[in-house]
């Protein structure tokens, strides 16, 4: 007979136990998530006290239990926002007791309200434009709440506006190079900024926090990818770190530039490593001289 009791036997140094551990746990989640289930409950799923399985779900999905039920109901909610006009029903379909609490799930993770969901994105204005930064022409992309785009566009800031536009499907864009300018002379002045800048950040909720960690970060400090990883709270999750970092929509605002190898070589760069070791030496100047 097999006891429910919580044990510690999937914190044994055995990798595939430990996979096994945290794929049952995902599968008595995803088949709960629309009610909700506690970590007490997933814990007792899979046999576990909830301080085990916090740390076995988080070294090896790279995000804690309550984060992954978080992901899934969004990915719920946004299925049934395009099928449902009543913020309501979808907040109980989803497991969520109020129309608030879906409201605060789909701007955290997604930068937009569910009725903005709802539309595929229309009715959003997203203000964009080229501008010339240190490190070559970029294009910027706002809306309402922050920032949501920064990238080297390489002499084709068309092909810049394209990829922004496929980023925010439905919604509206607004060509503006003169507020472009103004944000650029914002983000790349010399010494500290005088004022903050807001960031809109959409991703999963594990790239989230490696975004985060990022931000946290100070100009010219580098880390590996073993000490961000750490940093998030998930030593094993190298791996995922670096698609996070390869997912970042916002260039040098969400400092990946400053994530080196082990070994101390700069490594490679969404935007190139030689923007990438100019960024490093520019920061380090403005350090020295601060």
Not at 182 to 205: E, K
Not at 258 to 287: D, F, H, T
Request: charged letters at 20%; aromatic letters at 6%.
């Amino acid at each position: 007979m097999t006891s429910s009791r919580p044990t510690t036997d999937g914190l044994l140094d055995d990798g595939g136990r430990h996979y096994a551990i945290v794929a049952r746990a995902i599968e008595f989640i995803r088949l709960n998530s629309r009610r909700q289930p506690s970590l007490a409950e997933i814990a007792a799923a899979v046999h576990l006290s909830e301080y085990h399985l916090q740390r076995v779900f988080a070294a090896w999905a790279g995000i804690s239990p309550k984060r992954f039920l978080q992901y899934l109901t969004k990915e719920h909610a946004k299925q049934a926002l395009r099928a449902c006009d009543d913020v309501l029903s979808v907040s109980a379909a989803v497991g969520l007791s109020g129309g608030g609490r879906l409201h605060d799930l789909m701007v955290t993770c997604e930068a937009m309200t569910p009725g903005e969901i709802k539309a595929g994105g229309r009715g959003v204005e997203v203000g964009c434009g080229q501008a010339t930064t240190p490190f070559g022409d970029a294009v910027i992309g706002w809306t309402a709440r922050g920032i949501c785009h920064l990238a080297f566009c390489g002499g084709d800031p068309a092909a810049g506006i394209a990829r922004l536009a496929a980023q925010w499907p439905g919604a509206k864009l607004i060509a503006d190079d003169a507020a472009a300018v103004r944000l650029a002379a914002s983000i790349f002045v010399s010494g500290p900024r005088s004022d903050r800048l807001h960031l809109l950040l959409r991703g999963t909720n594990f790239q989230i926090k490696v975004w985060e960690a990022l931000i946290g970060t100070e100009p010219s400090q580098c880390v590996s990818y073993g000490r961000l990883a750490a940093m998030t709270g998930s030593p094993r999750a190298q791996r995922a770190v670096g698609s996070a970092l390869a997912a970042n929509n916002i260039a040098y605002l969400i400092p990946c530039h400053r994530v080196i190898r082990e070994s101390g070589e700069v490594g490679n760069y969404r935007w190139g490593p030689e923007r990438k070791a100019a960024m490093l030496a520019w920061e380090a100047a403005q350090s020295a001289t601060a």
